[in-house]
């Protein structure tokens, strides 16, 4: 029943900047860690960022200190705001979650949404 849809990807000139979002919905009692990945074609699916419940966060060495994650848990929502874009960081962008589905279970439960295409031109 839970799902992460993601928005905000586009085609963009290198250089520029995109906002993407992640909106869970669904039975949700509590979202633990989310992140956000992407996979260019011929390459494997590499984590971007991630984020805490409490807010912590790590990025990979590609992307640090040109996009930001970050969180709304009163929304449900992931968001990735990435700057200073380059052509490497053409790839489909994808929205993971472990969530906690019941008050009364400590289970966590990962989900992955469709993705969201990010196209930089050069």
């Known amino acids: 029943q839970v799902q992460l849809v993601e928005s905000g990807g586009d085609l963009v000139q290198a250089g520029g900047s995109l906002r993407l979002s992640c909106a869970a919905s669904?039975?949700?009692?509590?979202?633990?860690?989310m992140g956000w990945y992407r996979q260019a074609p011929g390459k494997q699916r590499e984590l971007v960022a991630a984020?805490?419940?409490?807010?912590?966060?790590n990025y990979a060495d590609s992307v640090k200190g040109r996009f930001a994650i970050s969180r709304d848990n009163a929304k449900n929502t992931m968001y990735l705001q990435m700057n200073s874009l380059k052509p490497e960081d053409t790839a489909v962008y994808y929205c993971?979650?472990?969530?906690?589905?019941?008050?009364?279970?400590?289970?966590?439960?990962?989900?992955w949404g469709q993705g969201t295409q990010v196209t930089v031109s050069s």
């Open positions: 669904g039975t949700i009692f509590s979202i633990n860690s």
């Open positions: 984020i805490t419940s409490g807010d912590t966060t």
């Open positions: 993971n979650a472990d969530i906690t589905y019941f008050y009364w279970s400590r289970r966590k439960y990962n989900h």
